[in-house]
């Protein structure tokens, strides 16, 4: 570590596996290969979607921009990691870092608020089939997903700019790309006020779409159950099934990663969780929906 105040820092240290240096060939095949899956899955579940005319409603456009958003994300990242991998410690830029973190951020939570927006489609879906193709008109799912994508570069921003004005100590970041808690590390001095700011915008870049999430399933379920017949409570529940999984998983490492404090930090536990929803979560979003999903099945096989 470096001290001092590094005011002007040109570049850092990317650590990355360092303390796994024997595996990185290993690692190397495997997230190379699970980048070209998730690419393949992803592009195939758009193309599938837009070729195929029974799948053009609401909650199909929402799917076809949740695999954008995930190749993109995914993208941000993965060459820094393959860099790693194989030459070791990587040096990156300044502005290549705040880039990287202001795109990786800017997905991550769009893709937030447009898991939101999902469940709000199967809400009028269910709650109320009559008005749904009213109420989810495709000037509604624009908006919508504008929405998502302006929240994502807000964030973004400001937790950027937050990182990068601040003093710097340190330019070894025990992390494979410019990740918020790692850069948190090197921070000067009393980093309460900065810890302070990462967690109340991630309460509202993750929280909130979370709760949205929340009181909508809440209204669902509570419809479903008051169906009359077993057969359109299961049919019912077998539209939000998927959305459902994508939803846990995504949320689960994502909140266990960015709602807590940094003395909590241990960068082996959160290189694991970011490998968790920045690389896996992307490649099983597809497969869910896939497998999942009559008719995303049926246009599969045409």
């Not at 990740?179 to 921070?187: G, S, T």
């Not at 497969?287 to 599969?300: C, D, F, P, Q, T």
């Amino acid at each position: 570590m470096i001290l001092g105040n590094l005011s002007g820092l040109s570049e850092f240290r990317l650590l990355g596996f360092s303390e796994i240096s024997h595996l990185h060939p290993l690692l190397f095949v495997v997230l190379l290969s699970l980048y070209i899956l998730t690419l393949m899955a992803n592009t195939v579940i758009a193309f599938t979607i837009n070729s195929d005319n029974t799948l053009h409603t609401p909650m199909y456009f929402f799917l076809t921009q949740l695999s954008c958003l995930d190749i993109c994300y995914l993208s941000v990242i993965i060459p820094t990691i393959l860099e790693n991998l194989m030459v070791g410690t990587v040096f990156i830029s300044k502005t290549r870092c705040a880039m990287q973190m202001f795109f990786f951020l800017f997905f991550g939570v769009a893709e937030c608020f447009l898991l939101a927006a999902m469940s709000l489609d199967r809400y009028f879906a269910i709650c109320y089939p009559l008005h749904y193709t009213i109420i989810m008109s495709s000037r509604v799912c624009r908006s919508l997903v504008a929405g998502s994508y302006l929240c994502g570069a807000a964030v973004g921003l400001v937790h950027t700019l937050i990182m990068f004005s601040s003093p710097l100590c340190g330019s070894a970041i025990d992390h494979f790309f410019c990740e918020i808690q790692p850069l948190l590390d090197l921070l000067c001095g009393n980093t309460f006020p900065r810890e302070l700011q990462v967690i109340v915008l991630a309460v509202f870049a993750i929280l909130s779409p979370f709760l949205l999430i929340i009181y909508s399933y809440f209204w669902i379920i509570s419809t479903i159950l008051h169906m009359a017949s077993a057969e359109s409570q299961q049919k019912a529940f077998s539209t939000c099934s998927s959305h459902l999984v994508v939803v846990t998983l995504f949320y689960g490492t994502a909140g266990s990663m960015y709602l807590r404090p940094k003395y909590t930090y241990c960068a082996s536990v959160d290189k694991f969780l970011s490998l968790s929803y920045s690389v896996v979560t992307p490649l099983l979003n597809p497969i869910v929906y896939s497998l999942r999903n009559k008719e995303v099945k049926g246009a599969l096989k045409k």
